[in-house]
T-cell receptor, first 116, second 112 residues
Framework: DTGVSQDPRHKITKRGQNVTFRCDPI?????LYWYRQTLGQGPEFLTY????????KSRLLSDRFSAERPKGSFSTLEIQRTEQGDSAMYLC??????????????FGEGSWLTVV | GEDVEQSLFLSVREGDSSVINCTYT??????LYWYKQEPGAGLQLLTY?????DMKQDQRLTVLLNKKDKHLSLRIADTQTGDSAIYFC????????????FGQGTTLQVKP
């Protein structure tokens, strides 16, 4: 199965530490998204890449958050100086830019972050 | 602004039909999606519908769209215990990014 892959699946970190999550999209997909989901809520959009260009960022993405997609393939999401409010599941999704296939947006299994 | 609303909980008996409802506010939405999430897992794309369609059927799933009322529903025929999960409705705006706005999810409980 070559779906969207995320690593690590679970991360427990102490407040103030930095964490990094990795996402490998479906191989032919040039669009990549990061979302955040807290308990009992739907996913909220964080940022979007088309190839290596970061084209949109949500106001939810404070300056402690940075996302990269250096070669237009995998992406990383780094959170610096983590706070307890950062505890959530971080979801990555990908899609292609095709007229039909671009309508299908596939999500990974998510990376759970717990800040203690 | 963009907003998507869903009822929080639905309980049905195995073999019955389930209907999960969703309302949205963005009249420029191009596509509307239904995703399924099982405990501790990511989101599984179930189906989507283009905004100029009224209905889409895919095996046990039927999606109805009332664009005038901005109302979307997902009907699951012959609901099984394996259908127990959280179901999310999402809208995609007219921009080119493909960004989705999600509802808060409806928990479907299927009783044997």
């Amino acid at each position: 199965d070559t779906g969207v892959s995320q690593d690590p699946r679970h991360k427990i970190t102490k407040r103030g530490q930095n964490v990094t999550f990795r996402c490998d999209p479906i191989s032919e997909h040039n669009r990549l998204y990061w979302y955040r989901q807290t308990l009992g809520q739907g996913p909220e959009f964080l940022t979007y890449f088309q190839n290596e260009a970061q084209l949109e960022k949500s106001r939810l993405l404070s300056d402690r958050f940075s996302a990269e997609r250096p070669k237009g393939s995998f992406s990383t999401l780094e959170i610096q100086r983590t706070e307890q409010g950062d505890s959530a599941m971080y979801l990555c999704a990908s899609s292609s830019r095709g007229l039909v296939s671009g309508n299908t947006i596939y999500f990974g299994e998510g990376s759970w972050l717990t800040v203690v | 602004g963009e907003d998507v609303e869903q009822s929080l909980f639905l309980s049905v008996r195995e073999g019955d039909s389930s209907v999960i409802n969703c309302t949205y506010t963005d009249s420029s939405s191009t596509y509307l999606y239904w995703y399924k999430q099982e405990p501790g897992a990511g989101l599984q794309l179930l189906t989507y519908i283009f905004s100029n369609m009224d209905m889409k059927q895919d095996q046990r799933l039927t999606v109805l769209l009332n664009k005038k009322d901005k109302h979307l529903s997902l009907r699951i025929a012959d609901t099984q215990t394996g259908d127990s999960a959280i179901y999310f409705c999402a809208e995609r705006g007219s921009g080119n990014t493909g960004k989705l706005i999600f509802g808060q999810g409806t928990t479907l409980q299927v009783k044997p």
